[in-house]
């Protein structure tokens, strides 16, 4: 089972044929990065299959995989079971006389496949030693005449590792040569040759994104360009999502404005953008239809044909903003009864994060009791933490308080909820038009305290937005130049957010 993990660099292959290994850089080279054609053929598939990757790729820059199977899961428990057995039948052979190396041997040939699986084409005389030290020929003769060497066979592996392997795993190879029992070393062989070619996976993708993206904008367009061609109705609904935009930025001041010159945008606020309104551009346009489907209606079936194949990443991007509101709601509303005092503390507010997570899952469904087990819980916690500090406990009035106004949150209309919910998609509109990294720079009141909650949103709805608009971007110009009047366009193309 593939999941998602940690990037890790791989040393730099050109300086293996070299014999000198300690990488100048900790990722892959420019050279590295050139070509498909420049890594392992088993895994040139990937680039093939760019299609069905690639849109995984653009949503995170940092997109990798691992392997995942949790110990506790059937199919864990089973693969461990399997696992033991087969190790404990390598040993029992080994310690035979005299000893019998059929599974020695296999593993041996196991071992060698994935060895030569990790080496770029290049590096021949890599595979050429490769192939002398575990010639299989030669292993099973030593085999038949008991003279098999497992344990000069397992450090000289180990050697060919050291240079293989990812910086990240040199301590993994590290401790392996502290192991002297021949089926124990061999073990920690495989699990560490399991994760390096997990690592060369994830070098591969990370230097082919720009193919894989590239790839996939031109099969995308290409795709949506013979649906158009069949049904010219194809892009009506954008149209129609792209006309509310524009009439929603010219009833409503915007407070997240941007400017010719990009290096000069700036967010606003509401008082400044209402004094000083700027003409419509394309991407002001954009930024607020794709602001639109966070709050897309379910129940309106004229979804944006451009957008199909990202609805569900939207759906579940809104889900995550609205989590955002209520745990902002929460730690303002709890923040303004226990101040500075207990919210200077990053532990007592991670663990006040953890429990509204944990009892707010089921908030949609069932809001009011959702919002009754917060209030308890965090009153409680508030309570025990300022006894433990020594500080006064909150009056009754207080406490009640407390609770009343969280529980309120579970109302749509609540005050609170209303303004964060506001803040955060303004916060989101920002990321759209100066990046996240700016937008982080000055945070609305009420949302410092889900900083990196709110830069991991932002990320992720501006990679989903600036994929869509390089595969779509023509066909909103189109749209765009019969929504702007000409003397107002400040863009003559649409451009990437």
Known sequence: MLGVGKTVPLKDPGNAESGSWKPKTPGPTQE??????????????????????????EMSHDFHMEQVLPPSSLEGKVKEKMHDAFWDHLKQQLSTTPPDFSCALELLKEIKEILLSLLLPRQNRLKSEIEEALDMDLLRQEAEH????????????????????????????????????????????IQVLGLMKMDMVNYTIQSLQPHLQEHSIQHQRAKFQERLNQQPSLLDHTTKWLTQAAADLTMLPPTCLDAPDSSSMACLSPSVAASSPAPLSPTMVLS????????????NEEFPETLLMDRTRLQELESQLHQLTVLASVLLVASSFSGTVLFGSPQFVD???????????????????????????????????????????????????LIGQLQNIAKKENCVRSVIDQRVHLFLKCCLVLGVQRSLL????????????????????????????????????????????????????????
């Open 146 to 189: 008991g003279a098999l060497n497992v344990p000069h066979l397992s450090k000289h592996i180990l050697n060919m590792m050291t240079l293989l392997c990812a910086p990240v795993r040199d301590e993994a190879v590290q401790k392996l040569e502290d192991i002297t029992d021949s089926v124990w070393l061999l073990r920690g062989i």
């Open 288 to 299: 607020q239809g794709f602001l639109n489907l966070l709050l897309w209606d379910p129940e």
């Open 351 to 401: 663990k006040l994060k953890r429990i509204t997570r944990a009892l707010t899952e089921e908030f949609n469904s069932r809001p009011e009791e959702a919002m009754l087990a917060v209030s308890e819980q965090v009153s409680q916690e508030i309570h025990q933490n300022l006894r433990n500090m020594g500080l006064a406990a909150l009056s009754s009035d207080s406490t009640a308080s």
């Open 442 to 497: 000055d945070l609305p009141g009420g949302l410092t305290l889900i900083e990196a909650e709110l830069a991991e949103l932002g990320q992720k709805f501006v990679n989903l937005t600036h994929h869509n608009q390089q595969v779509f971007g023509p066909y909103y110009t189109e749209i765009l130049k019969t929504l702007i009047p000409p003397n107002q366009a400040l863009e003559t193309e649409v451009e990437s957010l």
């Open 32 to 57: 590295d990065k050139i070509s498909p054609e420049d890594h392992p053929p088993r895994l040139i598939d990937t680039f093939n299959d760019a299609s069905k990757l690639s849109s995984e790729v």
